[in-house]
């Protein structure tokens, strides 16, 4: 059995469009610049959580994603998207909300998430990229 322990990587729940009215000063990399185009924070988001998650506020698909990365250690950053917010993602093909990305990697959806950890291989990527220690 190994031993696996979770980096400091918290759970967030942050809607987006909320955002985009508030600058924030903060050092956090959830904060906002008013002059950043909302392809450029989505980006900056993926490079910056090695684990992330883009839903709409009420899926319940999410909730099984979280559940399913929480029982092997990681707790993803969650960002609650609009609609037309969910769009602009830079998604895989098959990818629709929730989608996750892993070490800025469009992993996909909920299907594609568990295909991985069944196969074997989403932990050793969750290490890779450090949100995960063996």
Same mark, same amino acid.
């Given at each position: 059995?190994? =031993?696996?322990?979770?980096?400091?990587? =918290? #759970? $967030? +729940?942050?809607?987006?469009?909320?955002?985009?009215?508030? &600058? &924030?000063?903060?050092?956090?990399?959830? &904060?906002? %610049?008013?002059? %950043?185009s909302f392809e450029t924070r989505i980006?900056?988001?993926?490079? *910056?959580?090695? $684990?992330?998650?883009?839903?709409?506020?009420?899926?319940?698909?999410?909730? #099984?994603?979280?559940?399913?990365?929480?029982?092997?250690? @990681? +707790? /993803?950053? #969650?960002?609650?998207? =609009?609609? +037309?917010?969910?769009?602009?993602? /830079?998604?895989?093909?098959?990818?629709?909300? /929730?989608?996750?990305?892993?070490?800025?990697?469009?992993?996909?959806?909920? *299907?594609?998430? #568990?295909?991985? +950890?069944?196969?074997?291989?989403?932990? /050793?990527?969750? @290490?890779? @990229?450090?949100?995960?220690? $063996?």
């Amino acid at each position: 059995m190994q =031993d696996l322990r979770c980096c400091s990587n =918290d #759970v $967030v +729940h942050f809607h987006l469009s909320a955002a985009m009215t508030n &600058s &924030s000063s903060s050092s956090s990399s959830l &904060s906002m %610049e008013l002059d %950043e185009s909302f392809e450029t924070r989505i980006q900056r988001l993926i490079s *910056e959580h090695p $684990v992330i998650i883009f839903t709409r506020s009420s899926c319940c698909m999410c909730h #099984v994603m979280k559940k399913l990365l929480a029982t092997i250690g @990681v +707790h /993803p950053t #969650v960002i609650e998207l =609009d609609d +037309h917010e969910i769009n602009a993602l /830079p998604l895989s093909d098959n990818a629709r909300a /929730p989608t996750a990305f892993i070490g800025g990697t469009c992993i996909g959806g909920l *299907e594609s998430l #568990v295909a991985l +950890h069944v196969s074997g291989h989403l932990i /050793p990527k969750l @290490v890779e @990229v450090g949100a995960l220690w $063996v």
